[in-house]
């Protein structure tokens, strides 16, 4: 299916831009991270889920890609993109312009939606034999199973009709007002604007796997991970380029530029507008990374975990047959609801982003986040006071907070007191929430448990 997030308030339209887009080279399922300028809710829109698989920036926006193939927006987004975007799923690749956007369907066909300016979308070629598409302001450009490339759109500085004919390319990037393509052996062609040395710069020789393109500059990708930047010299663009080897994907954004390293670090360098540069996050684990104009976006892989051990029939029972709701544990002492506990952010040692929310328990009642090595009786758990307790071994517990609104939440795990829990990489770890219950007429203990979850932590 297809989603929308929208910002919290309308924002500016975008005059100038221009995007980058690479194809993700990996499918590893994964969070979102973006930063840098939030005028129109390209960051604090951001969807929260863990089953993406490509991201891509626009002006203003972005876009991502789930694990079935289906498509989400958020930011800025024309009425237009938001309602002509393709629904349904099997999409394997995104591109994004100013206002108009491109997809690849894993049948080989491509969808444009948006701004039909300069027929970006009415020019869109048929067929079902296309590899790559990629977007920019005001064009679109896409590879063919043959190696030949269609463009289109706008052709002010002969992005469309300098496009090289023939087949055996492999790749291609668009710029603003550039293009660049790849041939079989590597080496690079570049047509269109050239009035900062974008196009005629380009470096000779073979070896070249992947390229970028932004406002106007060129990145290229070496085969040996080693990264060549020409064109625009504004901000560091090409003196900051990182040295060395080690690269496996870059990103091109209007002025600034991205690379990942092998270890899933990103290196960011160019115009630090709204932070772009310098809110990049830290620690390893990225998969992808997109630039938009003045915010990026990236996919990191992380453990949010599963939910186990219900009281509604999907675990053991609740005593006194106090059964929740679907997905939640044992009913609440009133006989329905039940606390239900989920995780979100990513589970990495090194970052504070994943985070615990317990819902649906009555009123203002306090209680406590368990961590245990174990699962009680195998994932089932085992009847206590009105609920079913599921975690077990090695015990240890937050501080106790009270619920407001019948919802509390625990985050900062490398704060007191979770410094002290002991965390290690790749074990999996349980967690469960035991609240006061009040009032329980069935036992009279007064207390009861949420569902468990458990999470595998990650360096």
Not at 121 to 148: E, H
Not at 216 to 231: C, P
Not at 417 to 438: C, E, H, K, L, T
């Amino acid at each position: 299916m297809f989603k929308i997030i929208l910002p919290s308030k309308a924002v500016l339209s975008l005059t100038l831009m221009l995007v980058c887009l690479l194809p993700a080279p990996l499918r590893a399922q994964a969070s979102i991270f973006d930063w840098g300028d939030n005028t129109s809710g390209q960051t604090s829109a951001t969807p929260v889920e863990t089953d993406y698989i490509h991201v891509t920036a626009g002006s203003f926006y972005s876009l991502a890609l789930r694990t079935d193939g289906s498509i989400d927006l958020w930011g800025d987004v024309s009425p237009s993109l938001a309602s002509d975007a393709p629904p349904g799923t099997g999409f394997t690749q995104l591109g994004a312009g100013v206002n108009h956007a491109i997809a690849l369907h894993s049948d080989g066909s491509i969808v444009s939606w948006g701004s039909d300016t300069h027929f970006l979308t009415t020019d869109t070629p048929s067929g079902t034999d296309f590899t790559q598409v990629a977007a920019d302001k005001l064009n679109s450009m896409a590879l063919r199973s043959d190696g030949s490339i269609e463009a289109w759109g706008s052709d002010s500085h002969g992005q469309v009709s300098s496009a090289p004919t023939g087949t055996g390319y492999t790749h291609v990037a668009c710029g603003t007002f550039h293009g660049l393509a790849l041939r079989a052996d590597g080496s690079i062609e570049a047509w269109g604007n050239d009035s900062v040395s974008q196009v005629s710069n380009a470096p000779v020789g073979t070896g070249y796997v992947q390229l970028a393109a932004g406002a106007y500059h060129s990145m290229a990708l070496h085969s040996d991970g080693s990264i060549v930047t020409w064109g625009w010299i504004v901000d560091g663009l090409i003196s900051d380029t990182p040295t060395g080897t080690g690269y496996t994907q870059i990103s091109a954004g209007w002025s600034h530029a991205q690379a990942l390293h092998t270890d899933g670090t990103i290196e960011a360098w160019g115009s630090n507008h709204f932070g772009s540069v310098s809110s990049t996050p830290t620690g390893a684990g990225f998969l992808e990374t997109a630039c938009g104009y003045r915010h990026s976006v990236a996919l990191r892989a992380g453990n949010t975990g599963s939910a186990f051990c219900f009281g509604d029939g999907t675990g053991n029972a609740c005593p006194c047959g106090a059964d929740g709701n679907p997905g939640e544990g044992c009913a609440n002492t009133s006989g329905v609801g039940g606390a239900n506990l989920t995780a979100s952010g990513d589970a990495y040692l090194t970052d504070e982003t994943l985070q615990f929310d317990i819902v649906g328990v009555p009123g203002t009642r306090p209680g406590i986040l368990l961590r245990a090595a174990n699962q009680a009786n195998g994932g089932l758990g085992v009847q206590l006071g009105d609920g079913l307790f599921c975690v077990f071994g090695s015990m240890a517990r937050s501080q106790i907070q009270l619920t407001v609104g019948g919802a509390t939440t625990y985050s900062d795990f490398k704060g007191s007191p979770f410094a002290d829990w002991s965390y290690g990489a790749g074990v999996p770890i349980n967690y469960q929430f035991w609240y006061r219950d009040n009032g329980n007429a069935c036992s009279g203990i007064g207390f009861n448990f949420s569902n468990a979850w458990t999470v595998t932590w990650g360096l």
